[in-house]
């Protein structure tokens, strides 16, 4: 049972990338999802969510407008659109799953699923 987060790497100031979150071993249709990153020497935030119950979004200020989160339930996956990425927005970033929607975007505690973190990184 485990997630796993890919498609970090490198790219230029305005470019863009796409951020996936794959279950193995439970369905991730029935928890509600979020991409959280930690940039060096900062706390990791929340940077956005699905519910699961009726797809409400969340995302925090910074990257709205540029990010966008949906989900492909018959490839057990969650997306993570990044578009005209900054500098700023280099971090490790990590999918995770909770049944709670409130436990997994205010809460610092433990939530159910946590997947291992992808590196993305915006420089010229």
């Known amino acids: 049972v485990q997630l796993q987060a890919s498609g970090g790497g490198l790219v230029q100031p305005g470019g863009s990338l796409r951020l996936s979150c794959t279950a193995s071993g439970f369905t991730l249709q029935y928890y509600n999802i979020g991409w959280f990153r930690q940039a060096a020497g900062k706390e990791r935030e929340v940077v956005s969510g699905?519910?699961?119950?009726?797809?409400?979004?969340y995302y925090t200020d910074s990257v709205k407008g540029r990010f966008t989160i949906s989900r492909d339930n018959a490839k057990n996956t969650v997306y993570l659109q990044m578009n005209g990425l900054k500098p700023e927005d280099t971090a490790t970033y990590f999918c995770a799953a909770d049944p709670s929607w409130t436990r997994l975007l205010y809460s610092k505690g433990p939530l159910d699923y946590w997947g291992q973190g992808t590196l993305v990184t915006v420089s010229s």
């Open positions: 699905i519910n699961k119950n009726d797809g409400t979004t």
